[in-house]
T-cell receptor
Framework: GENVEQHPSTLSVQEGDSAVIKCTYS??????FPWYKQELGKGPQLIID?????GEKKDQRIAVTLNKTAKHFSLHITETQPEDSAVYFC???????????FGSGTRLLVRP | DGGITQSPKYLFRKEGQNVTLSCEQN?????MYWYRQDPGQGLRLIYY???????QKGDIAEGYSVSREKKESFPLTVTSAQKNPTAFYLC??????????FGPGTRLLVL
């Protein structure tokens, strides 16, 4: 079945460093890839998304890259700040399906 | 102020009891979703509805039921058949099939 694998499960970085989270999807028909940030006890918030006709998208300190051939997509956070500490989830969906398949999450800790 | 609201924030269930979680949105979105999140894990889809009066089972629908009588409301009932209901329940909505926006969640605990 459809599957999204996410790595690493935990990531600790020094404030100001970059953080990279990687996801691999199994369904080659997937064409929409959102990233969510979830703070403790709250619902996930969409931070950036990318569609399969684009290889890279940036929004200030956040960027997402997509490699359709390898079925990989990655989240890049530059100049990390303590408020970036949270759990990050990747997801994928195919065609006009309403179903998002989520990765298992990455707990990011930014050390001051 | 547009958004998705979920109530209550915390809910306690006794053995053999059905409980209903509320989800309301004023974003005028056609589609709504219910997810379950267990500690340290990702989100798993319980039910979703693309349009009023229609809904489909997700990956873990057993022990749950939903209704979609109004566009803005998508309540989830956790029945007594759900033997392990303790989890964080998240409701989401979307205008089409892509971007989903989440509510603040309801934490369900079993007494």
């Amino acid at each position: 079945g459809e599957n999204v694998e996410q790595h690493p499960s935990t990531l600790s970085v020094q404030e100001g460093d970059s953080a990279v989270i990687k996801c691999t999807y199994s369904d080659s028909a997937s064409n929409y890839f959102p990233w969510y940030k979830q703070e403790l006890g709250k619902g996930p918030q969409l931070i950036i998304d990318i569609r399969s006709n684009v290889g890279e998208k940036k929004d200030q300190r956040i960027a997402v890259t997509l490699n359709k051939t390898a079925k990989h997509f990655s989240l890049h956070i530059t100049e990390t700040q303590p408020e970036d500490s949270a759990v990050y989830f990747c997801a994928a969906s195919r065609g006009s399906s309403y179903k998002l398949i989520f990765g298992s999450g990455t707990r990011l800790l930014v050390r001051p | 102020d547009g958004g998705i609201t979920q109530s209550p924030k915390y809910l306690f269930r006794k053995e053999g009891q059905n409980v209903t979680l509320s989800c309301e949105q004023n974003l005028n979105h056609d589609a709504m979703y219910w997810y379950r999140q267990d500690p340290g894990q990702g989100l798993r889809l319980i039910y979703y509805s693309q349009i009023v009066n229609d809904f489909q089972k997700g990956d873990i629908a057993e022990g749950y039921s939903v209704s979609r009588e109004k566009k803005e409301s998508f309540p989830l009932t956790v029945t007594s058949a759900q033997k392990n209901p303790t989890a964080f329940y998240l409701c989401a909505s979307s205008a089409g099939w892509e971007t989903q926006y989440f509510g603040p969640g309801t934490r369900l605990l079993v007494l």
